[in-house]
């Protein structure tokens, strides 16, 4: 098994750094208002410099102006997109750009219906449920509502921490996990150590399968 890694709302250089240093694959920065880990397009046009080739770099909207995701678009080399919020997919698909769609998962059947309906997409992030929040909660969800059988990539996101990603990867088989709170000191602030026994931890598990 070789889950891939994805570290999500960066927010410092010093974060970049670290979680390119530890192994990540992905770099997620987060293009929303009113997040802690919200940051403008000068701030990712500096963390972006800092991302070597062959790790991806994602920048998150939730139901964004078409006008804005193309001036992220314009100054960012976002490599993916990644939608949180109600976008449809025709909406997803019309930048030219790979994404992802994100969906907050309750109820059984959703994540079926998903994998139909954004099937354009280069993967489908499943997330917790949260009636407030489109992401970054800090909790996980039933694991038991994601169905073995897959059409597209499947990340697992939602409360990860050193501790459960394991237990994770092995219930789970996502090709993607995707952390944020669960490697930080305090909201859109890395921990350096914590970023680095996740990625130890996925690694460790992903070696003995
Ligand atoms: O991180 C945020 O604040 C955020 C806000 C709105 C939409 C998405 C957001 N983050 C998305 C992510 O990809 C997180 O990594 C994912 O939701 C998992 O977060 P966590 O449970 O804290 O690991």
């Known amino acids: 098994m070789n889950t891939r890694i994805k570290i999500c709302g960066l ?7 670290a979680a390119v240093a530890a192994g990540a694959d992905a770099i997620g920065l987060v293009f929303y208002d009113p997040s802690p880990r919200s940051v403008t397009i000068k701030q990712a046009v500096a963390l972006a410099q800092r991302v070597p080739a062959f790790v991806s770099l994602v920048g998150l909207f939730v139901n964004p102006d078409r006008e804005f995701v193309d001036a992220v678009l314009q100054q960012v080399p976002l490599d993916l997109l990644q939608f949180h919020g109600d976008e449809t997919p025709d909406y997803c698909n019309s ?6 769609k994100a969906i907050r998962v309750r109820e059984a059947g959703q994540i079926e219906k998903a994998f139909s309906d954004y099937q354009r997409g280069a993967g489908l992030l499943v997330d917790a449920w949260d009636p407030d929040r489109y992401g970054g909660t800090g909790h996980s969800f039933n694991w038991q509502l994601i169905p073995e059988e897959r059409s597209m990539p499947l990340i697992l996101a939602g409360g990860l921490t050193s501790d459960n990603v394991s237990g994770a990867v092995q219930q789970v088989r996502p090709w993607a996990v995707d952390v944020s709170g669960g490697v930080e000191s305090s909201k859109g602030i890395k921990d350096i150590k914590k970023i680095s026994d996740f990625i130890k931890e996925v690694h460790r598990v992903c070696k003995t399968d």
């Open 11 to 17: 927010t410092r250089a010093e974060d970049v750094d």
């Open 95 to 100: 930048f030219g750009r790979r994404w992802i």
